[in-house]
């Protein structure tokens, strides 16, 4: 019971440490008298090593030995057990060579004694990372090659061989750096570059592959995609570094490759004091909070600490699930939430009266292009009335920035869609000219996962069986993730230029045929490809600028900005009598 209770206290390693240490002065005297057990003087012997291990014990303590600093085992725990064995060493040395002698001990019985120390203390250790190692079932975990050896994979491997829940089993690393070809990791060696991974996966018969490079581009994934399919290999990949970042388990979870990856993952990185700026300590409005892009957008304002994050939409559902993905509760009893729509001016002017918002993201739109079609007053109605709604309000209140969130549709328009987001743009350009706050709007391509859009539709039909429909096989669209709009979104409201539109860099376009064939191939299903033909109003290719348009820099390299055209509420009425014939 004595000795449990002591275990328990100071940890069974710290225990074992304080024997090794008394071990280790009476292997040094024995060393140093030559086996000669006579001449050993054990109390004398027996207060030094046990001297030694308090000190030892206190210092570890002060350094994190014994806390969960290091992982059991790892270079860095016995680099700090190194550390800490001189440091409790070094006086007790110092003490027997001038009064060794005199103590019947040896002069040199600590320098003996601190190597042997370490290799008793340092082989406990790697002893129970090999036991820990073991006690995951190699029988269920999946061998896979783990392709970067960089500084993730120096955290990824090790936790995924120690990690008991683990389902994979590092057999080896690819990499194409040749500086790095004699590297191992944690035991797993370096097998060759990537041009070899066809042979490397029939040597070590692996089952997949882990993408461990942060941040990978999608031409990387599809390029790792192409030659992982006909081997049957499956891919994995690290989540985005701002997740892994924000994780509060020191753990990296691993995720399949999915096709948002393949077409939109890029490296962006926002200026966030200009955005901290922008958005701390103030009241921020947003429109069309329960919207893919409000509520991305409610998300990521809300990291940035503002004194009040009004929430505004039409559709209570949607309300309920920005308020629970932003503050995870879904009580809809908070005074943040405003039921509304943007065509009601009066309600409008009423919440903007209240709530006296100093910043609004404009995000509330009707955007199915052939709905619009078919009902081009329902466009007028919420994508041109409305946003002036939003804009007159803004304007009462003395909004100092507003963020019309647009669509690369308003670029040389051929739907009503298009016509009626540059009619929003060319109403935010009046704006800024009335007031000294930054009124603006941004253009962006699609999004992947919003709602309705391409990918949730063309998952529901390979989940339910059903064949695949596509305009035409030469059609293209820019594409980016919600995230990366948003960031670049927000990083837009932080521009300065009146009567300007800001326009997101979204790379290059993607066939839609492609994205089909890779959602295919993702889920393993076999389906047919309808090709339907452009529907009235939509493009075969998208552009991101009118051709009479000119781009210039801003101050973020993944943002261009261009003028916009200005249209007065006043002319409005005009427009509308020829709305229909005009959009057309």
Not at 97 to 117: E, M, N, Q
Not at 197 to 204: G, L, Y
Not at 243 to 253: F, H, K, N, T, Y
Not at 324 to 341: F, H, I, K
């Amino acid at each position: 019971m004595y000795w449990s209770r002591v275990r328990s206290k100071v940890g069974g390693q710290a225990l074992f440490d304080a024997i090794s240490w008394v071990a280790a002065v009476f292997l040094a005297g024995l060393l140093r008298y030559e086996f000669d057990v006579g001449r050993l003087d054990v109390l004398p012997f027996f207060v030094l090593g046990a001297s030694i291990a308090v000190v030892s014990f206190t210092v570890g303590k002060l350094l994190s030995l014994y806390g969960a600093r290091h992982s059991v085992g790892t270079s860095s725990e016995l680099y700090s057990l190194t550390l800490v064995t001189f440091i409790a060493a070094a006086p007790f040395a110092f003490f027997t060579f001038l009064y060794g002698v005199s103590w019947a001990i040896p002069r040199s019985a600590v320098l003996i004694a601190a190597p042997i120390f370490l290799v008793l203390s340092g082989s406990v250790r790697a002893l129970r990372r090999s036991r820990a190692n073991k006690k995951v079932a190699p029988h269920r975990r999946k061998p896979v090659l783990i392709y970067g050896a960089g500084s993730m994979a120096d955290k990824l491997i090790p936790q995924l061989l120690e990690d008991p829940q683990s389902l994979f089993l590092p057999v080896g690393l690819i990499d194409d750096d040749p500086r790095r070809s004699n590297r191992w990791i944690a035991g797993v060696k370096m097998m060759g570059s990537f041009s070899h991974f066809t042979e490397i996966v029939a040597r070590t018969k692996a089952s997949g592959v882990v993408v461990a490079i942060p941040r990978a581009s999608p031409e990387l994934l599809r390029k790792v995609r192409d030659a992982s399919d006909p081997l049957g290999v499956k891919v994995f990949i690290l989540p985005n570094f701002s997740e892994i970042l924000s994780s509060s388990v020191d753990r990296v979870a691993l995720r399949d490759l999915g096709i948002e990856d393949l077409v939109g993952r890029r490296s962006i990185t926002v200026q966030s004091p200009k955005i901290d700026s922008l958005l701390r300590d103030k009241r921020v409005l947003i429109t069309g909070a329960g919207g893919s892009i409000g509520q991305e957008l409610c998300k990521q304002v809300a990291n940035y600490a503002p004194k009040e994050l009004v929430f505004l939409d039409r559709d209570e559902t949607a309300l309920q699930q920005a308020q629970l993905r932003v503050e995870s509760t879904g009580l809809l009893d908070s005074p943040n939430l405003v039921l509304a729509d943007i065509r009601d001016s009066a309600t409008l002017a009423a919440v903007f009266s209240h709530h006296l918002p100093e910043v609004v993201f404009h995000a509330a739109a009707l955007k199915h292009l052939p709905l619009l079609e078919k009902f081009p007053e329902e466009a007028w109605k919420t994508n041109v009335m409305g946003t002036l709604n939003v804009l007159n309000a803004s304007l009462k209140v003395g909004v100092t920035t507003f963020v019309n969130v647009s669509t690369d549709k308003a670029a040389d328009p051929s739907s009503v869609l298009g016509h009626s987001k540059l009619l929003s743009e060319e109403l935010t350009a009046w704006a800024s000219g009335e007031t000294a706050g930054n009124y603006l709007s941004v253009r962006f391509g699609n999004v992947l996962g919003s709602r309705g859009s391409l990918v949730p539709t063309l998952a529901y039909l390979l989940e339910n069986d059903l064949p695949i429909t596509i305009t035409d096989p030469d059609a293209t669209r820019y594409f980016m993730t919600i995230p990366e709009a948003c960031e670049l979104v927000l990083q837009a409201g932080t521009e300065v230029s009146p009567a300007s539109v800001f326009i997101l860099d979204m790379g290059e376009p993607v066939k839609i045929l492609d994205i089909a064939k890779r959602m295919i191939d993702l889920t393993s299903t076999k389906t047919d490809i309808t090709f339907t033909g452009l529907r009235p109003g939509e493009k075969l290719h998208e552009t991101l600028q009118a051709p009479n348009q000119e781009l210039r820099s801003s101050t973020h390299p993944l943002v261009w900005a261009t003028t916009s055209k200005v249209t007065e509420p006043t002319l409005l009425p005009k427009i509308e009598k020829t709305w229909v014939t005009r959009v057309r």
